[in-house]
């Protein structure tokens, strides 16, 4: 079994989940006692929060970057970046390291793919929905096509990632209104929907989408997983 490193804290509501979920699988999986080998290295969000509204992503890049080098120096054999939004200094976190990076959003495309889906919504943070290094990834190294919500809608969902989820609250009202804004993505032909940042799944579940979900915390754990045992 290869050794996880997970970079965390991003915010530490939904790293609890990866380390739930990639516990449950290798258990699972090999049955008996077994758990993951697994390392975490968790920042403190209130820096990350600060650094990514005020664009400071050089900084930021420096900051994980130094995350995932002390987690090689501890025995990590591949990386984990347990957040969608981070992802866009996943080059410079590859390039400070010799171990690998499982990309969130590349298992999430074969997950989607296999389901024979090409036209799906994407929901996150307004750095994930607007920016091209998450949406890119998906159309140009997956063929996929991704839509995001209006404006409003984007700004409503990147409010209750920040100041509802990543503080932990599950209010029944932003439950609704992603159901809402889900139903507008269907309409606008989406065939299902990523939950593209790792706090959605903790609001919204299957019987709240009218579109299949694509839970990328689970995703994404399941797929360290697969690379851990392989």
Same mark, same amino acid.
């Given at each position: 079994?290869?050794?996880?490193? =997970?970079?965390g804290?991003m915010?530490?509501?939904?790293?609890?989940?990866?380390?739930?979920?990639?516990?449950?699988?290798?258990?699972?999986?090999l049955?008996?006692?077994?758990?993951?080998?697994?390392?975490?290295?968790?920042?403190?969000f /209130?820096? *990350?929060?600060v =650094?990514?509204?005020?664009?400071?992503?050089?900084?930021?890049a420096?900051?994980?970057?130094?995350? +995932?080098?002390?987690?090689?120096?501890?025995?990590a054999?591949?990386?984990?970046?347990?957040?969608?939004?981070?992802h866009?200094?996943a080059p410079?976190?590859?390039? /400070?390291?010799n *171990?690998?990076?499982?990309?969130?959003?590349?298992?999430? /495309?074969?997950? *989607?793919?296999?389901?024979?889906?090409m036209?799906?919504g994407?929901?996150g943070?307004?750095?994930?929905? @607007? @920016?091209?290094?998450?949406?890119?990834? $998906?159309e140009?190294?997956?063929? =996929?096509k991704?839509?995001?919500p209006?404006?409003?809608?984007?700004?409503?969902v990147?409010?209750v990632?920040?100041?509802?989820?990543?503080?932990?609250?599950?209010?029944?009202?932003?439950?609704?209104?992603?159901s809402a804004?889900?139903e507008? =993505?269907?309409? +606008?032909?989406?065939?299902?929907?990523? $939950?593209?940042?790792?706090?959605?799944?903790? $609001?919204?579940?299957?019987?709240d989408?009218?579109?299949?979900?694509?839970?990328?915390?689970? *995703?994404h754990a @399941?797929?360290?997983v697969?690379?851990?045992?392989?």
């Amino acid at each position: 079994m290869k050794t996880i490193g =997970l970079i965390g804290g991003m915010s530490w509501e939904s790293s609890l989940e990866y380390y739930r979920i990639i516990n449950e699988e290798v258990k699972q999986r090999l049955g008996g006692f077994h758990s993951a080998k697994c390392l975490m290295y968790s920042v403190d969000f /209130a820096e *990350i929060e600060v =650094l990514q509204h005020r664009g400071e992503w050089e900084k930021l890049a420096w900051i994980l970057s130094q995350a +995932a080098v002390r987690l090689e120096a501890g025995g990590a054999d591949f990386l984990v970046l347990c957040t969608n939004t981070m992802h866009k200094v996943a080059p410079q976190i590859e390039a /400070a390291v010799n *171990i690998p990076l499982l990309h969130i959003a590349d298992p999430t /495309a074969e997950r *989607i793919k296999a389901r024979g889906f090409m036209t799906v919504g994407l929901l996150g943070t307004r750095f994930t929905m @607007e @920016e091209d290094f998450y949406r890119g990834r $998906l159309e140009k190294k997956h063929g =996929l096509k991704a839509l995001v919500p209006d404006q409003a809608d984007r700004e409503l969902v990147h409010h209750v990632i920040y100041y509802e989820l990543c503080d932990g609250q599950l209010q029944e009202e932003s439950r609704r209104k992603f159901s809402a804004v889900i139903e507008k =993505l269907a309409a +606008a032909g989406a065939q299902g929907v990523i $939950l593209g940042c790792t706090e959605i799944g903790l $609001l919204v579940k299957e019987k709240d989408s009218v579109l299949p979900i694509f839970d990328t915390t689970v *995703i994404h754990a @399941e797929a360290a997983v697969e690379y851990a045992l392989k």
